[in-house]
């Protein structure tokens, strides 16, 4: 193009300052600037590439539970620390900062509720709080959800969204909770009941290696990052590049890990069918 130069462009600079905070958003994955209440009312799925935001529990609970319907247990559970940790921060003051942020009291909520009018128990995984990561808490409520869908014979679903796998912050006591939940399954399993597990982005490590892997069913959103260790590490490890979306939800459904991938606004009415099915 040198015969007509260089085309001139006016380059306009925006300061961050110009731009009102809290009305748009940034797509992670196509850079698009979507307006929040458009994002909100399309269900945090980006209109233009599909990607899908994270939820928060609640957000969570009111797409898939009937509107009144849910009664969450364990309120009030929160988590000591057993090894009075410490590191750049407390866990007490980390517990303390994600408590004010997101209005939890852990990294999980359950409870029981109506699905299309069936009776379900659900807990929801919430990224925001330690990465979603599995504490005694986390582990001890996914239990009690668990065996309370187990004694009234009801079908069960675990949503997960946890970056972080178990709680590096309860050293053994986390790492426990990954037997806990599973045993806790196997008796759900063995009394013949139908537990559906739900991959949203991200769902990773220690909650991956235990109740998010084990659903009688697996579902996931699209193009959720799943899986146990981060690509990054596992690049290093076996130095080797990894092929093109790996631990996305598309690759593994190709792999046979996950057994379908449906799109937010279409996940109640799939999970409303596999219960009419199977339960
Ligand atoms: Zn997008």
Redesign the pocket.
Known sequence: MALFGKPKYTIVRLKKKDIPEGLWTK?E????T?YNKTLEENLKV?P????HFILTAYERVNLLIDRDSFEEYDKDMISADPLDFRGPKTYKEKLLADKEATGLKDAVISGSGLLDNKKVIIAVTDSRFIMGSMGSVVGERITRAIESATKNKLPLIIVSGSGGGARMYEGLYSLMQMSKTCAALAYHKAAKLLYVSVLTNPTMAGVMASFAGVGDIIVAEPKALIGFTGPRVIEQTIRQKLPAGFQRSEFLLEHGLIDMITCRKDLKSALSKLFDYFC
């Open positions: 797509c994955e196509c850079s698009e979507l980006c233009k590439c599909n990607y």
